[in-house]
């Protein structure tokens, strides 16, 4: 079993930047794949970005250039570093992890409010 907790969202002005961040507990071992996805008020929950056990990244085109994402497996966190906050990135964003064997776990997600 692995736990996400997503912390660090909030309310900022188009611009503005936030840092969220992602601790996993229980299998952490388990891990390959540990990832955002964000949900827009009625929309469906996309990607956004994934980070691999080794370090690869990727990244929505929407957000290329603008977003990093991290981990520091010391913490078991994965980190999603956004800048240049756009309103279209206002969502619900959701910490994902996915383990080998194949489970995939979500976190309750937080709230990112970009305003014009």
């Known amino acids: 079993q692995v736990q996400l907790v997503e912390s660090g969202g909030g309310s900022v002005q188009a611009g503005g930047s936030l840092r969220l961040s992602c601790a996993a507990s229980g299998s952490i071992f388990s891990i390959n794949v540990m990832g955002w996805y964000r949900q827009a008020p009625g929309m469906q929950r996309e990607l956004v970005a994934t980070?691999?056990?080794?370090?690869?990244?990727n990244y929505t085109e929407s957000v290329k250039g603008r977003f990093t994402i991290s981990r520091d497996s010391a913490k078991n966190t994965v980190y999603l570093q956004m800048s240049s906050l756009k309103p279209g990135d206002t969502a619900v964003y959701y910490c994902n992890a996915m383990t080998w064997p194949r489970r995939v776990y979500w976190g309750k997600g937080t709230l990112v409010t970009v305003s014009s």
């Open positions: 980070i691999t056990s080794g370090g690869r990244t």
